[in-house]
């Protein structure tokens, strides 16, 4: 089946009437009578293996949901997710499969078979060995050097995933401290190295193509520092490279028994399952590490067997083309109530901008659809004394994903309380809002302008995902969700969530314009008076 024909379901001008008669419908009801029905829960929110995907706050009845089920049908998503996990090449313009899935799932390494399936099971098990060397505060591959410092340089998919698991699961007591190095900015490069002892320091350069300008001059700098400080051959044993492009890292100094390879049909933003992740799974220690994949891998397996209609990324798709597609919601927020979680939303950002920020579908005609949402989010409670006011009282509705975990790790239950109780409080107040009536009973007097401000319109939706705690297991089955979820949303939009096109044209603007900045000519494109401005600036 083509790609074209998938999109179908959703662009097809009777159902998007349905769709649209059913939120005619809904948009006359309070979303705070829709949560008094019985059985509300019941009907909209399901759990896998200790995670709870409540949608009881999306506007949404058993009849809409039933149609929205039918649109996943037609758009044939049970045939392309298929597809994927057998490794089709369905990142079109790539003429490549994707395939991160093999990473963490056995079953999916062995469709992938033959002599690859080989070379990414050796540089897992040198991950792992690397891993827990470097955890252990030995150098690898030998183990006889020490290291108390271990330096990630990457930026985009080759930082966010594994920065975020580092923080969410590094575990208290390992001694390997772990730094990040992302924009090419050197101010938090220079800091950092003012802090380390270049004996005991090792340095990953993580670069999918190992061409990015950011990564790559990061690694020149930190190569001349261990250079200066120790001499080449000491140097050299403390650089590590993890990418797809060997030959390259070779040439840039790296040597082969410490590169860590990953194959081209693992996507950068789907890379934190790879090698890309040796400093993360050095500090949380290479158990931990597994223990995410298999988490992961649990998901990867419900996403294949699960009905659509329990199918936890299937049924977060649908809430997300229902919000975007037909109540005509640009944006969406991601809210995580646990600090571990904080760079959860720029992973997030990343996940789905880059995946499917894309106005031409896979098959290059024009999408009549709107695509990914901004996204966004904040810590709560720090959310609430920030962007809470304009969810609550501004002008646009924007749908919000709540994340929070039951059973905290520390003791202090109160104050876990006092945490979710507030989050619980936001997804009350954003669904049910305050009338006047109810701003009268709970101010008393008001004058009449201040009234006004006082109210709350409500209807606002919200979706909750509740981990029963944040061990390695349920961050991956979580980060799996929200992959698979972004695939289900780029089958019903009918586009390939696997390239990034929209990246490429910056890139190859921003040499022309160093050059002009350096030397103070002109570099044309309207900067002219801007680059001479700088320049003057810089004199
Ligand atoms: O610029 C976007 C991007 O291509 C991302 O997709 C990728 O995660 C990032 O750059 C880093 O690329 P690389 O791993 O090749 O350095």
Redesign the pocket.
């Known amino acids: 089946m083509s790609q074209k024909s998938h999109m179908n379901a959703l662009i097809n001008p009777e159902t998007q009437e349905m769709l649209h008669k059913c939120n005619n419908k809904l948009s006359a009801i309070r979303l705070a009578d829709l949560l008094m029905e019985p059985d509300r829960f019941q009907h909209f929110a399901r759990t896998f293996e200790g995670l709870l995907y409540d949608f009881t706050r999306v506007r949404l009845d058993q009849p809409t949901l039933e149609l929205l089920l039918q649109v996943a049908q037609g758009s044939g998503i049970m045939a392309q997710r298929d597809a994927l996990f057998a490794g089709a090449p369905v990142n079109l313009t790539e003429h490549r499969p994707a395939l991160h899935m093999a990473l963490r799932c056995p079953e999916v390494l062995e469709a992938v078979g033959g002599s690859e399936a080989a070379r990414v099971r050796a540089a897992m098990a040198r991950l792992f060995q690397f891993a827990d060397s470097l955890h252990a505060g030995r150098l690898p591959p030998a183990a006889q050097e020490p290291v108390t410092d271990l330096v990630h340089v990457?930026?985009?998919?080759?930082l966010l995933g594994p920065k975020l698991i580092c923080e969410a699961l590094a575990s208290e007591t390992a001694s390997l401290r772990v730094h990040f190095l992302g924009s090419v900015d050197a101010l938090p490069r220079e800091r950092l190295l003012a802090s380390l002892n270049p004996a005991t320091t090792a340095v990953v350069l993580?670069?999918?193509?190992?061409?990015?300008g950011d990564?790559l001059l990061h690694g020149r700098r930190l190569r001349s520092w261990l250079t200066s400080a120790r001499g080449e051959e000491a140097a050299q044993q403390r650089l590590f490279a993890v990418t797809s492009q060997i030959e390259r890292a070779a040439s840039f100094g790296i040597a082969a028994e410490r590169l860590l390879y990953f194959s081209d049909w693992v996507?950068?933003?789907y890379?934190l399952w790879s090698p890309v992740s040796l400093a993360a799974a050095a500090r949380m220690g290479s158990e931990r590490f597994r223990r995410l994949l298999d988490g992961a891998a649990a998901m990867d397996r419900h996403f294949q067997q699960a009905p659509l209609s329990e199918n936890l990324p299937v049924l977060a798709a649908l809430i997300s083309v229902w919000h975007r597609n037909i109540c005509g919601y640009a944006a969406w927020g991601c809210m995580p109530y646990d600090q571990r979680l904080r760079l959860l939303p720029a992973y997030l950002q990343?996940l789905i901008m880059?995946s499917n920020g894309k106005s031409v579908c896979a098959d290059g005609t024009a999408s009549t659809l709107q695509t990914a949402p901004v996204v966004f989010g904040e810590t709560g409670t720090e959310a609430q004394h920030s962007v809470f006011q304009a969810l609550h009282q501004g002008s646009d509705v924007v749908p919000q994903n709540f994340v929070a975990v039951a059973r905290p790790d520390h003791s202090d239950q109160e104050a876990h309380d006092e945490l979710l109780a507030n989050m619980l409080a936001q997804m009350t107040a954003l669904a049910s809002g305050r009338d006047e009536a109810a701003t009268r009973d709970a101010l008393g007097t008001v004058p009449e302008a201040l009234l006004a401000q006082r109210v709350f319109a409500g209807d606002r939706p919200s979706e909750l995902l509740m981990l029963n705690q944040l061990d390695p297991e349920h961050l991956g089955r979580l980060l799996a969700f929200y992959e698979h979820k972004v695939f289900c949303e780029s089958v019903l939009w009918g586009i390939n969530a696997f390239d990034?096109w929209g990246?490429e044209l910056g890139?190859t603007l921003a040499p022309n314009i160093q050059a002009a900045l350096a030397s103070g000519d002109g570099a044309g494109q309207g900067l002219d008076e801007l680059l001479t401005h700088i320049h003057r600036l810089r004199r």
């Open positions: 990457g930026i985009g998919g080759s993580v670069s999918k193509s190992f061409t990015t990564t996507g950068g933003r890379s990343q880059e990034q990246v890139k």
